[in-house]
Nanobody
Framework: QVQLVESGGGLVQAGDSLKLSCAAS????????MGWFRQAPGKEREFVAA??????YYADSVKGRFAISRDNAKPTIDLQMNSLKPEDTAVYYC??????????????????WGQGTQVTVAS
């Protein structure tokens, strides 16, 4: 049983920073990709960022503000979020994949999902 557990969410003001962490437990793999999606109520799930063995990917909406970091030894995947905006408000989900032919920015690319952590950015 693989579990991904997110932490670090909370309520912040616009312009603040927040760091999300995701820890994998149970069986772990040499993940091809680990990353983050987010979903606001009434909206579709949205790609945020991901890291493969050699590359990092970011949604246009977060480029220059968010940074992903991956520790393959633990394993963990962190998301440093800076200059937060109200439109960043969402539940953030940690994701991981052993490998996929799907485009990395699509939910179908990932095998494992965490239960999410709420990030609320007040205006």
């Amino acid at each position: 049983q693989v579990q991904l557990v997110e932490s670090g969410g909370g309520l912040v003001q616009a312009g603040d920073s927040l760091k999300l962490s995701c820890a994998a437990s149970g069986r772990t793999f040499n993940w091809y990709a680990m990353g983050w999606f987010r979903q606001a109520p009434g909206k579709e799930r949205e790609f945020v960022a991901a890291a493969t063995w050699s590359r990092e990917y970011y949604a246009d909406s977060v480029k220059g503000r968010f940074a992903i970091s991956r520790d393959n030894a633990k394993p963990t995947i962190d998301l440093q979020m800076n200059s937060l905006k109200p439109e960043d408000t969402a539940v953030y989900y940690c994701v991981a994949s052993r490998g996929s032919a799907q485009i990395i920015s699509t939910p179908a690319a990932y095998d494992y999902w965490g239960q999410g952590t709420q990030v609320t950015v007040a205006s």
